[in-house]
């Protein structure tokens, strides 16, 4: 026993640096926040001559009347649908297609891991050479030149720079969304493909033995066993897409009139642009808060799993 507590103290003391940096730089820096975020700090002078005060939900009242903000948040909503739906999709389709054994899919399978290596500044620099738009139709760039070889002129468009929209869908999206899409569905490739490799193949062959067909037995017997793994994919997903930053940052910007603007980038601009601390902060709660209204569910969820088995 005496052994036993010595061993978990010397584990403690091992961990007790990264506790503190955390305790210090990750949740004191939340609780600041919150803090700034109910307060009218909008200059380190005020700070520092301690001339802010407390305003209580002015800030968050100011935010959802700002329209530059109701765009952001339709943004966000447009871009978590389609970047989760089309990089399960596409991860779940490889993943089926290098599960099938096809010639060369060891080769395909680290070719479509390769885009996870990159990182999001790169992916969004990269894509934005590839939908440079030029100036159409006398001097097209990126795939607008292609097009124009290919003499698909009536195939142009302005891309990402496009200020058309359907409803409150943005179509300058487009390319960001194929941009998110390309980065991640190898890493839900490979997610699923470590859970079609986990099946017994003695199920499959008793359905197949019983005269299921391919097609039913995906749909019927893959396709729940891989629920878990669909779940865990969309939470990584949504995680990344309520505070995705650094692709549009590098790919777009905010856009012509806020085309491909999100939060994040607002928040940016507020906080070490315009120095407007406060309402930065104000941003960043709600940002937490939308991450936390995925993450906290299924945390509690898998928790709830983890103590009944």
Wanted: glycine share 8%.
């Amino acid at each position: 026993m005496g052994v036993q507590k010595r061993k978990s103290k010397i584990g403690f003391y091992i961990i007790l640096p990264s506790l503190i940096l955390i305790g210090i730089f990750v949740y004191y820096f939340i609780f600041w926040t919150i803090r700034t975020s109910f307060s009218n700090w909008n200059s380190f002078g005020s700070l520092l001559r301690g001339i802010y005060k407390f305003v209580g939900f002015r800030n968050y009242q100011r935010m959802f009347m700002d329209e530059r903000f109701q765009t952001d948040l339709w943004n966000t909503l447009y871009f978590t649908i389609f970047f989760i739906l089309g990089s399960v999709s596409l991860g779940l389709f490889l993943a089926n297609l290098i599960d099938k054994g096809i010639k060369g899919s060891k080769f395909f399978q680290n070719l479509f891991l390769f885009p996870m290596a990159i990182a999001f500044v790169v992916t969004g620099t990269v894509w934005s050479w590839i939908f440079a738009p030029g100036n159409i139709p006398k001097d097209p760039q990126g795939i607008n030149l292609l097009l124009s070889r290919l003499g698909l002129e009536k195939l142009q468009w302005l891309w990402f720079t496009s200020s058309e929209n359907i409803g409150h869908f943005n179509l300058a999206l487009i390319p960001v969304i194929i941009a998110a899409i390309w980065q991640m569905s190898g890493y839900i490739m490979a997610m699923y493909l470590a859970g079609l490799k986990a099946i017994p193949n003695e199920i499959l062959e008793a359905a197949r033995v019983d005269g299921a067909n391919e097609r039913y037995i995906f749909w019927k017997i893959k396709m729940p066993l891989l629920k878990p793994i669909t779940l865990s994919a969309m939470i990584v997903l949504g995680h990344i897409s309520l505070k995705i930053f650094d692709l549009i940052y590098a790919m777009t910007g905010s856009g012509p009139n806020n085309v491909t603007d999100v939060p994040a980038i607002y928040m940016f601009e507020l906080t070490f642009r315009s120095n407007r601390y406060a309402m930065g902060s104000a941003i960043s709660v709600i940002m937490l808060l939308m991450v936390a209204v995925i993450i906290i569910p299924y945390l509690y969820s898998s928790l709830r799993k983890g103590v009944s088995s």
